[in-house]
């Protein structure tokens, strides 16, 4: 969904909701990193708080005073200050976020088995088989945010309804520290009064699109002709956003018995501190995983960065995209970004590796199409490299900035990267055109 904030609209039934049946649950902590660090600085709360590093890092997260302001995730600390000068600036502290996680997804597996975690976060839980034992949904749900609360002194919104889109869609307007539930016989009234910018997948473009079409709630997308959508959105978004606006939604809670991961790392040969090496060190090593990742048939979340120092201190770094990926592109973008935000200035480096972890198969993993997105992009073009590769042998297609020429500060080791007999490298454009 948007990061935008709309507001709950106006229920159209009386009395009390009914929850029966709605037993899909959406638990999303509210500004999580922000308010994990915030257990040790009580008197902060209430004021702007940012959590991130100095120099050329970026936000990690940011209070809701802070939000306020302007300031988002992943946005330039630079900027962030400039924003909202009076922030306290908290660097952060990624042991402690993994422990209230695991205890956090722990209470979740409390009350049932079906836990499928989107991040270290949030999660969905099917909690049809917990009702006879636990009582109705919007009493699970209650629990659940009450013993949040109560064990690692964070909030957390939750969404009760009958599928997950509706589930996601209904924590995030209980945002801040609240709940939502919508009854299974009122979920398209729930919906049609909503903007369309509300729903999940529709971004800034996507917006400006449907109002050009004079669409400006999910009712009037609703009520237009789904070949109209299509040819304004595309085949596979139109249809999906026709489906969302009158509350379809066929998929079930998944649940993960076992996070899987697929990792390289690389130990230099002598230290190195120049980032331009280390940039392109990591999309060779993005590129490698990547396609371990596809060619297990899985995509992936959470990108893990780590770095070994010339005194053998390690660090590991993480970011969950916002859907599961087996994209290059995607990979790299993501461990670059994580190693610029380490701020490190001239530090000598042993080694780094790309792993990515919270894989699930491709085929359980939901792609939501954006306007702009070409019908063959970075996706397609990685499975072109992956054929000309299993054909050519391995390095036959490369990215432009891994291809260096024989007698190079590298070149040895370019120059054999290929199988044996393989054709020299093809060497791709930033815009995946063959050069």
Not at 18 to 28: P, Q
Not at 40 to 67: F, K, Q
Not at 204 to 220: I, K, M, N, P
């Amino acid at each position: 969904m948007s990061r935008r904030q709309f507001r709950p609209p106006p229920r159209v039934g009386d009395g009390p909701p009914d929850d029966t049946g709605a037993t899909i649950l959406h638990v999303d902590m509210d500004a999580f990193y922000a308010s994990a660090s915030l257990i040790d600085r009580p008197e902060l709360r209430g004021t702007p708080v940012i959590i991130g590093g100095g120099g050329r890092s970026v936000v990690l997260s940011a209070n809701y005073e802070a939000r306020a302001f302007g300031v988002t995730s992943a946005m330039p600390m630079t900027r962030a200050r400039r924003l909202c000068p009076q922030a306290t600036v908290i660097p952060p502290d990624h042991d402690r976020y993994a422990r209230i996680s695991e205890a956090v997804m722990s209470t979740f597996h409390a009350v049932t088995d079906q836990v499928e975690p989107l991040s270290l976060d949030e999660a969905f839980l099917d909690i049809a088989g917990a009702v006879r034992r636990l009582g109705p949904p919007t009493t699970i749900a209650q629990w659940v945010r009450d013993t949040i609360a109560d064990e690692q002194g964070i909030t957390a919104s939750v969404g009760v309804a009958s599928t997950k889109f509706v589930a996601k869609l209904a924590s995030g307007l209980a945002k801040p520290d609240g709940l939502l539930v919508v009854p299974q016989a009122e979920v398209v009234a729930f919906l049609h009064q909503l903007p369309v910018g509300a729903l999940w997948g529709v971004g800034e473009r996507t917006e400006e699109a449907l109002q050009r079409l004079g669409l400006r709630t999910v009712a009037d997308l609703a009520h237009t002709p789904v070949d109209t959508l299509r040819r304004a959105l595309g085949d596979v978004a139109g249809a999906h956003l026709h489906d969302l606006a009158w509350g379809r939604d066929e998929r079930r809670v998944v649940p993960v018995q076992r996070e899987k991961s697929i990792g390289s790392d690389e130990t230099f040969g002598a230290d190195i501190d120049d980032p331009v090496l280390i940039h392109r060190e990591l999309l060779r090593l993005a590129d490698r995983t990547a396609a371990r990742v596809r060619s297990a048939g899985l995509v992936g979340r959470t990108v893990t960065l780590k770095v070994r120092f010339a005194d053998f201190t390690t660090i590991t770094r993480s970011r969950t995209l916002r859907e599961p990926t087996d994209v290059s592109r995607e990979m790299y973008a993501a461990a670059r970004a994580l190693f610029d935000a380490l701020g490190l200035q001239r530090a000598r480096i042993r080694l780094v590796g790309v792993r990515m972890e919270g894989l699930v198969p491709r085929e359980r993993a939901a792609h939501q199409p954006r306007l702009d997105e070409p019908d063959h992009g970075w996706r397609e073009a990685d499975r072109a490299v992956d054929r000309a590769s299993a054909r050519f042998g391995a390095g036959a297609v490369r990215p432009a900035a891994l291809v260096t020429e024989p007698g190079g500060a590298d070149g040895a080791r370019e120059a054999t990267g290929g199988a044996r007999g393989a054709r020299p490298p093809i060497r791709m454009g930033r815009s995946g055109s063959q050069t």
